[in-house]
């Protein structure tokens, strides 16, 4: 988690203290402090919540656990969730979502790949519990969103799978803003389920 923290920071996806990272331990979850930089953690501070969000040990901690939560409770096989505020994603979950499944369009096979369909949840101020419930109770699989006019949040197996996850995201965002207005040429619906079948991703009838 501290190696993970420090390169988010490195790459410029974690600003200040914002954004937050975890990763789960049978049914407990390690989890960056409030008001800490990622790019400063300390491996003998980080804080222990068990899955319902109870804080067991550590320090206190970051006030968007019940994203992690969601995420935990709803992906069996998640092992590890990063939140950023990272700019693309934010200036994209200020717009209005391609679809009802992924508010990200198919600009990349990369993005199919390696995220797959990013729906956009409803805003909430951080650390509402409204924002994490809509997240767990969402009928729709996936493995990232985006929170309205607030960041990204990705799943994946691994912490080192769901960094690049993110990465990959951000980049994602940043092509959807980059040709804007542009008339891009996406993948097909074909194409993009062809990717997730083939990559255990998530879209459409492939998921």
Same mark, same amino acid.
């Given at each position: ?6 390169r988010?920071?490195?790459?410029? /996806? ?12 049978? #049914?407990?979850? /390690? ?10 953690? #300390? ?33 069996? #096989? ?7 505020h ?14 009802e ?6 600009? +990349?096979? &990369? ?11 409803? &805003? ?13 109770a969402? #009928? ?13 949040v ?21 092509? +959807? /803003? ?8 996406l /993948?097909? +619906? ?11 991703? &998530? ?5």
């Amino acid at each position: 988690m501290v190696e993970t923290g420090r390169r988010l920071v490195e790459l410029g /996806l974690s600003p200040g203290t914002s954004g937050n990272i975890s990763v789960r331990l049978g #049914d407990r979850m /390690l989890l960056t402090p409030t008001n800490e930089s990622m790019g400063a953690l #300390d491996p003998e501070r980080l804080a222990v919540l068990d899955l319902s969000g109870k804080h067991l040990a550590g320090p206190k901690p970051s006030k968007e656990f019940t994203l992690h939560r969601a995420f935990y409770r709803r992906t069996p #096989d998640a092992g590890a969730v990063v939140h950023l505020h990272s700019v693309n994603a934010v200036a994209a979950a200020c717009l209005t979502p391609w679809s009802e499944s992924s508010a990200v369009a198919p600009i +990349t096979p &990369y993005f199919v790949m390696r995220v797959g369909q990013t729906p956009l949840i409803g &805003y909430a101020p951080p650390g509402d519990i409204a924002q994490a419930e809509e997240l767990e109770a969402l #009928d729709l699989p996936f493995r990232a969103a985006l929170l309205a006019n607030h960041g990204s949040v990705v799943a994946q197996s691994t912490l080192s799978a769901a960094m690049n996850a993110a990465v990959e995201l951000e980049e994602a965002c940043k092509l +959807t /803003l980059l040709t804007s207005g542009h008339s891009p040429r996406l /993948l097909t +619906t074909a194409q993009a389920e062809e990717l997730a079948l083939k990559y255990g991703s &998530y879209w459409g009838s492939a998921s």
